[in-house]
């Protein structure tokens, strides 16, 4: 469910929602009571649901492989056999481990700056300034939102192969450089937040558009930008169905690893989730630090790229 | 500047008795840089979109008219031929039932678990944040490993659910021979990452629901039960709607977890839980190599998809606008907000 797009209505009033939604906590003031052991009870288990696989993960990593196939828990603690697994992913030569994560963050990371950057930009220009037929293509950035794009993979995969660009990691990151989502966020966010006072005062000081987009619209554009980013970090991130077509597993990606574990490895279980685990932990140290911000980003309608 | 203000026509009438006067160099390239500025900065946008979005949807459509192999490139010109093939090949047919199987027991009980989850999320709880991203963990678990994890959760020998079933008594379920458990066993793969993730979209709908209409009810003497059916349920219509539409257009391209499920990545010996997308990689990439062919499979579901968003665009409406009570407030709020 890799790409889905958003509809008009969530988008930009979650920030509306959530302002209204303090003002009416505050009037409910002591009104409201705490919750229920019942309701901690429920929600602790939720949360065991949520983090057991990963447990699990960890578990049948530091388990002998032959243990795996006839005991279900072989043991209730993970051990330090673990590293050994963890040594041998990342010392593997048909893995080529160092070059996946190297490659995973190269595309996040030049792929959310770029989506940021195209999308704050035609933000900006939708929601504050005025030209010839800005409605109507503001409409169709909001049309193509609900066009499955990812369809077109063949056309986009003859291109890729003419441009002699299989296995490299232009394939991957050129096709995802914009969003339609990514433009219609930023000019949501912007047109409620960034007055036309301080654009005009910029003006006036003599600043050209350019400048004024910079030290202006940008710095104003922050915070919808960083949250924009993120999710189309770990968007990038999990994506898998592209890469696994036009990369192979000599430049591979995190995902793709995982793949090339199953197909390599899949007698020794006990490698495969120690490798499933390696792969995963990169964005689970990062959640710890954004977690609270893809929280927010989600609850304000940042959803879904 | 004037320009930036909402007035279409401010530029001319604004100043005329300028007009008259001779232009500087530096002038005139304000002005340009006025009118050219809005154009030069969507551009990117849109000159990327063209060539990555709209042409290669366009091409599909070429593609699939032509006899056109993986390895050996563009045939002859074959008209509809492609179409009838992929229609007469059972695996295409098999590859939707499929893919609508797997999507209706995703979907439905990802969202009624996530307003179940929302509703205790929207209790007064103490640290809410730990809990909110508690329930956010499985999102950031890439598909492709969640589906490792859970095709060994879900083994038919030795798999834990199945010894879990056996301590209850249970005989054990071929999660990976019975074709409606395997859709059962991916759809809860899909089910783990997106349910913590929409329940905060609920969450956030619920939020906004006027606390006052609670109050109401408790003096009405409505429970808290009552209260989740008849306020809270009504309040986040429009939610509900919009998250069924999104799973939908996902639902229906359901790929990393089925191509992760067992080792081969195929759909299994029967094609049991082979998706369409699947099936679209399937003929280009995997045994069939024909592009042409994968194309024609592209262009059907892709009608399909437009043609279930349409359906869903028309219900959405039939239900906003019955839904009358809800304009005053969503107003009250935007305004409120401005």
Known sequence: ?305 | MAVLTPQRSAPGSGAPQRESRRLGFSQRLGRWDVKLSPYLYISPFFILFAVTGLFPLAYTAYVSVHEWSLLGGQGDFVGLQNFVDVLNQPTFWKSLVNTLSIFVLSSVPQVIIAITIAALLDQNLRSATFWRMGVLIPYVVAPVAVSMIFGRLFADQYGLINSLLGLVGLDPIAWHGDRFASHVAIASIVNYRWIGYNALIFLAAMQAVPRDLYEAAVIDGAGRVRQFFSITVPQIRATIIFVVITSTIGGLQIFDEVRMYDATGLGGPDKNWMTTVLFLYDVAWGNQHSLGRASAVAWMLFLLIILIGFVNFLVTRQISTSGTDKKPKRKRITRGNA
Not at chain 1, 61 to 67: F, L, Q, Y
Not at chain 1, 114 to 130: D, H, M, Q, W
Not at chain 1, 196 to 215: C, K, N
């Open chain 1, 1 to 305: 469910m890799s790409s889905v797009a958003v509809t008009a209505q969530t988008a930009g009033e979650g920030a509306a929602r959530a302002a209204a939604r303090r003002r009416d906590r505050k009037a409910a003031g002591s009104a409201t009571r705490r919750a229920s052991w019942i309701v901690y009870a429920l929600l602790g288990i939720v949360l065991l649901i949520s983090i057991f696989p990963l447990y699990y993960t960890l578990l049948l990593g530091s388990s002998d492989p032959v243990e795996i196939s006839r005991n279900a828990v072989p043991q209730w603690y993970p051990d330090l056999s673990l590293f050994t697994q963890f040594r041998t992913v990342i010392e593997s030569t048909q893995i080529n481990f160092w070059k996946a994560l190297t490659n995973s963050v190269i595309i996040a990371v030049v792929v959310s700056a770029a989506v940021v950057l195209f999308s704050t930009l035609a933000g900006y220009s939708f929601a504050k300034l005025r030209f010839r037929g800005r409605g109507p293509l503001l409409v169709f950035v909001i049309a193509t939102m609900a066009v499955p794009t990812q369809l077109g993979v063949i056309p986009m995969y003859i291109l890729m192969s003419d441009l002699h660009w299989i296995g490299k990691l232009q394939a991957v990151i050129v096709p995802v450089l914009v969003s339609a989502f990514g433009v219609f966020w930023m000019t949501q966010y912007l047109s409620e937040s960034l007055p036309y006072e301080l654009i005009e005062a910029a003006r006036v000081d003599g600043a050209s558009m350019i400048r004024t987009f910079w030290s202006i619209a940008l710095p104003a554009a922050r915070p919808a930008a960083a949250m924009l980013g993120l999710f189309t970090f770990v968007q990038q991130w999990t994506n898998f169905f592209w890469p696994s077509i036009v990369l192979s597993s000599e430049n591979p990606t995190l995902p793709l690893v995982v793949k090339s574990l199953q197909s390599n490895y899949f007698v020794d279980y006990s490698l495969v989730m120690g490798g499933v685990f390696l792969v995963t932990l990169p964005l689970l140290v990062i959640f710890a630090f954004v977690g609270k911000q893809l929280v927010a980003g989600i609850m304000q309608g940042a959803v879904k790229g």
